[in-house]
């Protein structure tokens, strides 16, 4: 007998893997929390019955919501993630020799005990001494922030639930407080592809334009993802993702990737233009 994992991208379309077996499943005041085994996505965690994350791509998503802002800040040393219960962008942030610090703030702790049992590909880092992590609401924990953060990434499982307030303007305020001088902040930014995806994107880039002189947003390919097509916001204080990108020091970290690449990196703020009137149509709309 086949079983099979369904997500529902839209109510007429599904992404359906066949798993071997569950490992693991937690349901909460917060969330549901499942992982299965699949012989083509090897071990997959799904919150609420949407992927999070596999054995099979997440090294294209981990790898871009960290390196691109990491490539461009010049001193990158204190950051602060939120969510990110599955490790993998803190595992990514460990690459750089020079990272003294990073705060990671995940509303739930079943999430990161899961993922350190069942996911160590990706939460291996989370016992790192330079990691420290705190259970606490997203907006709660920044709310009195002020100049401590030089990057600030959040990675969201999304804008529903706890993630509801990831989609308020005093949340995006306070991560424009919380950064230094020369701060950068990147989030996910959803699918422009499917209707109910792309308000969400847009109600996201609007709260961040509203906040951040500098606002870009720039994408890559995630099969495991709805639609397989992802965008992700670089804001910054100072800061342009290209022009300013440190191609010559990131490269002599010598940081092994496998999607990443300083050619890529200039190339994912070219977007489709479908992508730039979405984006366009909601820049200078006033509430």
């Known amino acids: 007998m086949e ?8 109510p007429r379309v599904k992404l ?31 919150v609420d019955g949407y992927i999070i994350t596999t054995e099979r791509d997440e090294f294209i998503y981990h790898e871009m919501m960290t390196h691109v802002p990491m490539a461009v800040h010049p001193d990158p040393r204190k950051i602060l993630v939120f969510g990110a219960g599955d490790g993998g962008v803190v595992r990514e942030l460990l690459k750089y020799p020079d990272v003294e610090q990073i705060d990671m703030v995940e509303v739930n702790e079943g999430v990161v005990e899961a993922c350190m049992k069942y996911l160590p590909f990706s939460a291996s880092g989370l016992t790192d001494p330079k990691v420290t992590i705190y259970s606490d609401n997203s907006l709660r924990f920044i709310r009195h922030i002020e100049n401590e953060y030089d990057v600030i990434i959040v990675d969201s499982a999304g804008f529903y639930g706890p993630g509801e307030s990831l989609l308020s303007r005093e949340f995006y305020g306070s991560c424009y407080k919380a950064l230094k001088d020369d701060g950068i902040m990147v989030n996910q930014h959803q699918s422009p592809f499917y209707d109910e995806d792309r308000l969400e994107t847009q109600k996201a880039h609007k709260r961040i334009v509203e906040s951040f002189p500098i606002s870009r947003v720039y994408q890559a390919h995630i099969p495991s993802y709805p639609s397989g097509y992802w965008l992700f916001g670089f804001a910054s204080k100072g800061y342009h993702p290209v022009k300013d990108l440190r191609a010559k020091k990131w490269k002599s970290l010598n940081i092994e990737t496998r999607y990443y690449t300083l050619n890529l990196h200039r190339g994912c703020f070219a977007l489709p233009a479908y992508v730039e009137r979405m984006l366009e149509d909601v820049e200078n709309i006033p509430d």
């Open 16 to 46: 359906s893997v066949q798993v071997d077996r569950q490992l693991y499943s937690e349901e909460n005041e917060y969330i549901r929390l499942d992982i299965f085994e699949s012989p083509e996505f090897g071990r997959f965690l799904t």
């Open 3 to 10: 079983f099979w994992f369904s997500e529902m991208h839209t």
